[in-house]
């Protein structure tokens, strides 16, 4: 007589974890995974094959690596085992992975399991309304989608942690995947300018963390922002003439159109003969000057210049009270250098003429 012994039990489960019959396999997106179909004590020995399907029911069937050997249970049965390797991707998150048991051809036993895909998101946006102003708050979004499982979205100005400034919203989709959405208020600076702000999905596995980033370059507007350095020249003649020089810088976005220089609330004008204006300087993307050179500097009165420069988003001032011109130091003279060495040696000496007046 030709006795068949179906088999006791059937697991599904991945290779080298623990033998179950789990209903749900794990697996990283588009790392080979490998995965086991074992059935215990049967006679004959089983045929197995495996089928990966959607929720439709299409699908095809693989057939696996398999191997036999006398039950550990009763050595006149059979334990049989198959082994698959699959290529999984975001696409069959969802998906059935089957394990069918067959005895002389004839299915005995089904066995399955869904597939769930560790991946991170197939996308991300960042959007924002309006333009950017300093010291104004602004909400900007980042948008992270089909990702498993939910990503955590940070945001970066620099090496400058701005997360805490941030609001997660967090929702599954059709595909049983989450969609993260970030909501970041920022209040930029006109130190913020031309910096990168970046938005990260990092996607927290036990099995592989990966993220997936967007960034843009901050474009602040802000009103100038003014100060006043000095510098004293002496004439090559021999006189030995004075003359000062004030340099009013600004920083601006967009760039300083207009520069006006006021004495005693007085405009100075360019056709006195104790100024002479050097023309406006545009030094780099945001930066502008103005010069005004001071052919007779009264330094025994009290004045005090202002110099405010205009932009089309706004203005800003500098003033100096000509009672600090008498701080600027004179090149150092009368040098008295003792040589206790043996040896030749050279000395040295570096001074600074130049001083800032803020607003």
């Given amino acids: 007589m030709n006795v068949h012994v179906l088999p006791m039990s059937v697991f599904l489960f991945p290779t080298g974890g623990i033998q179950s019959r789990t209903r749900l396999i794990y697996v990283?997106?588009?790392?080979?995974?490998?995965?086991?179909?074992?059935?215990?004590?049967?006679?004959?020995a089983t045929e197995l094959s495996f089928q990966l399907e959607s929720g439709n029911g299409l699908g095809e069937r693989i057939l696996p690596n398999i191997s036999s050997e006398r039950s550990i249970l009763d050595d006149a049965l059979f334990d049989t085992e198959g082994t698959v390797t699959?290529?999984?991707?975001?696409?069959?998150?969802?998906?059935?992975?089957?394990?069918?048991?067959?005895?002389?051809?004839?299915?005995?036993?089904?066995?399955?399991?869904?597939?769930?895909?560790?991946?991170?998101?197939?996308?991300?946006?960042?959007?924002?309304?309006g333009d950017l102003y300093d010291e104004i708050e602004i909400n900007i979004s980042c948008k992270a989608v089909n990702g498993y499982p939910a990503p955590h979205i940070h945001w970066y100005i620099g090496s400058r942690n701005l997360t805490e400034d941030s609001f997660l919203n967090i929702s599954e989709n059709k595909a049983g995947r989450y969609d993260a959405e970030s909501t970041l208020t920022l209040m930029p600076t006109r130190f913020d300018n031309g910096k990168q702000l970046l938005c990260r999905a990092l996607q927290p596995t036990t099995l592989k963390a990966s993220s997936v980033n967007q960034s843009l370059v901050l474009?602040?507007?802000?009103?100038?922002?003014?100060?006043?350095?000095?510098?004293?020249?002496?004439?090559?003649?021999?006189?030995?003439?004075?003359?000062?020089?004030?340099?009013?810088?600004a920083d601006a976005k967009p760039l300083v159109t207009t520069f006006v220089w006021l004495c005693n609330e007085t405009v100075v004008s360019k056709d006195t003969n104790n100024y002479r204006f050097i023309e406006t300087i545009s030094e780099n993307a945001t930066l502008t000057s103005s010069v005004l050179g001071i052919q007779n500097p009264l330094s025994q009165y009290h004045s005090v210049y202002k110099c405010t420069a205009v932009s089309e988003y706004g203005s800003g001032s500098a003033v100096l009270n000509s009672l600090y011109l008498y701080l600027i130091p004179n090149a150092p003279s009368g040098f008295i250098i003792q040589q206790n060495q043996t040896r030749s040696s050279s000395l040295f000496v570096a001074w600074k003429q130049e001083f800032i007046i803020g607003k």
């Fill in 28 to 44: 990283q997106e588009d790392s080979p995974t490998s995965i086991t179909c074992r059935s215990i004590g049967s006679f004959p």
């Fill in 86 to 129: 699959l290529h999984l991707n975001i696409v069959h998150h969802g998906q059935y992975i089957k394990c069918f048991t067959s005895l002389e051809e004839s299915v005995v036993e089904l066995v399955y399991a869904k597939v769930i895909v560790y991946g991170p998101p197939g996308g991300i946006k960042m959007t924002f309304l």
């Fill in 219 to 249: 474009n602040v507007t802000y009103a100038p922002d003014v100060s006043i350095a000095v510098r004293r020249r002496t004439s090559s003649k021999a006189s030995g003439t004075t003359e000062l020089v004030l340099i009013c810088k």
